[in-house]
């Protein structure tokens, strides 16, 4: 079965940090991959997504991921973090055909300004 | 579009009481789909569907029902509320093919207490 996980549950930063946030899948077929964004007290936001091609994505607000396929990676990074950078993150794995998009425990994410 | 809506967005329940939670999607997304979100352990799959008429288990399906009679709506039914159901439920939609692929369009939620 497709699992999704994500290393680190709670991440403490300070403006201007550079970020990476770690995320490993385990299935052996195509996947699509995806990060999204919860702000406190909103709904998850699309991020970044891959699907295929350059597997360097950028998303919004300056977030980019690299898919690594022979590690079942796909980390993501930010160059310098700002305080409205807080919120929850979440990497979701799709297994290719179908619709089931499995979520990781997700990281909370503390940028002290 | 008003995109995916869910209704209500709070509500309080006691033990052993049923309720529907609402569901709807106006961008003809054959896929729909409920999560539930408890901390620490991101966003589990309940039910989901992949057209009017289909439904699957997910991860968690256990004292949850849906239905899809129409595309566009899809509801979830909690039979007889227990306290280990208190949980934010997302709803989520996304087409099956074309170019967004399946990226999914979330719901803005519904914090569910039960007492």
């Known amino acids: 079965a497709q699992s999704v996980s994500q290393h680190n549950h709670h991440v403490i930063l300070s403006e201007a940090a550079s970020l990476e946030l770690g995320c490993n899948y385990s299935?052996?077929?195509?996947?699509?991959l995806f990060w999204y964004v919860q702000y406190p007290g909103q709904h998850l936001q699309l991020l970044l997504k891959y699907f295929s091609g350059d597997p360097l994505v950028k998303g919004i607000k300056g977030f980019e991921a690299e898919f690594i396929k022979s590690k079942f990676s796909f980390n993501l990074r930010k160059p310098s973090v700002q305080w409205s950078d807080t919120a929850e993150y979440f990497c979701a794995v799709n297994a290719w055909p179908g619709g089931k998009l499995i979520f990781g425990q997700g990281t909370e994410l503390s940028v002290k300004p | 579009n008003a995109g995916v809506t869910q209704t209500p967005k709070f509500q309080v329940l006691k033990t052993g009481q049923s309720m529907t939670l609402q569901c709807a999607q106006d961008?003809?997304?054959?896929?729909m789909s409920w999560y539930r979100q408890d901390p620490g352990m991101g966003l589990r799959l309940i039910h989901y569907s992949v057209g009017a008429g289909i439904t699957d288990q997910g991860e968690v399906p256990n004292g949850y029902n849906v239905s899809r009679s129409t595309t566009e709506d899809f509801p979830l039914r909690l039979l007889s509320a227990a306290p280990s159901q208190t949980s934010v439920y997302f709803c989520a939609s996304n087409q099956l093919s074309g170019s967004s692929g399946n990226e999914q369009f979330f719901g803005p939620g519904t914090r569910l207490t039960v007492l």
């Open positions: 299935y052996g077929g195509t996947v699509n």
């Open positions: 961008m003809n997304h054959e896929y």
